[in-house]
């Protein structure tokens, strides 16, 4: 229950306002203090305060570090991110740091993050339209780069290990998992009146799956980096300018962190959290490939990689980026009748690509596919309609891609 007084379990009213004191201004006064419980030794508080002439919003996470000790979303913000920046230093760009919320106090009994009011869920039911998927992306990639310098040189924590594939007596257990996960999909299937052959061939599957995601999700990549592991609508916040439309965007919900290739989150964001038409290309080479070379030539380091050889990993991992994704939409799925038809998206005609301008690979003259994004974005949302995510016609969809590959 909401605690109108400021006196929560963490927290009192004089807390908030010596940390405030602290932490934004010495002589600032907090006001409006108010207290939420979110989960076991988890409070949000809010409160509001003048600021250098202005009335502001605040927000924190208030955690009880005794009772969140092996809360691995925490350890990734409390912990970790703060030691890869501190490690890594400030660059010549300041707006590279890691796209979580910041911790701004901690003592030996609790720990408060900043989560900026100013940063909004988006419609978990609804495709990001392209201006939020450019802002996402930019987020991945700066989480990616970051981390990256930082494991370039340093070895990464045991809580970061996907157990799944490093310790032998997980991997029947894995099996077992994955085959259930892979026959909600097949569900899907047969929901939206897929034939017993289609299905069937997804099920078949199964006898790939461990070594799919092992090597998929293997540091034996181009980019090992830290991986949220599940970029998807639901885990992630963006932050609007004064023209209403996106301009940052952080990650939410990080107990999937893994130490992996990042390339296996790319895969994920792209597939559940937008219309996978016509943008692939666009979004991996100007947009992520651009993002991550200039955050790390920020801090003086060059990209060991070509665009080309990114984008060779990418599509070698493009069977796994099906599957997974199916998987997360599956959940989504809602039991049903089984349909006799399903309809199928007008293609709309691309037009002949013109050369773009790349500040990092110069001149480029992309396929037609990525120069339509922009053009008919708004027009496969229209052929959708605006109700959002068929989850299970998006699954459809991708195990048709999968099937052919």
Request: net charge positive; aromatic share 10%; glycine share 4%.
């Amino acid at each position: 229950a909401e605690k109108k007084d400021g006196q929560g379990k963490l927290t009192t009213r004089e807390t908030i306002q010596r940390i405030a004191g602290s932490v934004i201004r010495s002589n600032i006064l907090v006001q409006d203090v108010s207290s939420v419980s979110k989960a076991e030794g988890i409070e949000e508080v809010r409160f509001s305060a003048e600021d250098l002439g202005q009335r502001r919003s605040f927000c924190w996470s208030v955690v009880d570090n005794q009772l969140n000790a092996y809360n691995k979303d925490v350890w990734v913000k409390r912990d970790l991110a703060p030691t890869i920046m501190s490690y890594i230093g400030v660059s010549s760009k300041k707006d590279d740091a890691l796209p979580f919320a910041r911790l701004i106090y901690a003592d030996n009994k609790i720990s408060v993050f900043d989560e900026d009011p100013a940063y909004k869920k988006p419609n978990p039911e609804k495709p990001l339209d392209e201006q939020h998927l450019k802002v996402g992306i930019k987020a991945l990639a700066r989480m990616h780069a970051v981390s990256f310098l930082y494991f370039a040189k340093n070895s990464h924590p045991a809580p970061l290990s996907n157990t799944w594939f490093t310790d032998p007596d997980q991997r029947s257990e894995a099996k077992a998992i994955l085959e259930q996960q892979l026959d909600k999909v097949a569900q899907a299937l047969v929901q939206e009146g897929k034939s017993t052959d289609e299905v069937n061939r997804v099920k078949s599957f199964k006898n790939i799956m461990f070594n799919l995601y092992q090597d998929a999700e293997s540091t034996n990549s181009l980019l090992p980096v830290l991986c949220h592991g599940l970029p998807t609508l639901s885990n992630i916040q963006f932050k609007y300018g004064a023209d209403g439309l996106p301009m940052d965007a952080r990650f939410i919900n990080l107990s999937s962190c893994l130490y992996g290739s990042g390339l296996a989150d790319l895969h994920i964001f792209i597939n559940t959290s937008g219309e996978n038409v016509a943008r692939e290309d666009f979004l991996l080479r100007f947009l992520y490939y651009e993002t991550f070379a200039s955050i790390l030539r920020s801090y003086g380091e060059k990209v060991a990689f070509s665009y080309d050889d990114l984008k060779a990993e990418f599509v070698k991992k493009r069977l796994y980026g099906y599957i997974r994704s199916s998987i997360i939409l599956s959940q989504k799925v809602k039991t049903s009748g089984i349909k006799t038809t399903s309809q199928t998206v007008p293609t709309p005609q691309m037009s002949s690509p013109r050369p773009v301008e790349s500040k990092i690979l110069g001149k480029f003259l992309p396929q037609a596919k990525t120069t339509a994004v922009a053009k008919f974005s708004a027009k496969i949302e229209t052929d959708r309609g605006n109700d959002g995510y068929n989850a299970a016609t998006k699954i459809c969809e991708m195990m048709q891609k999968a099937l052919k590959l």
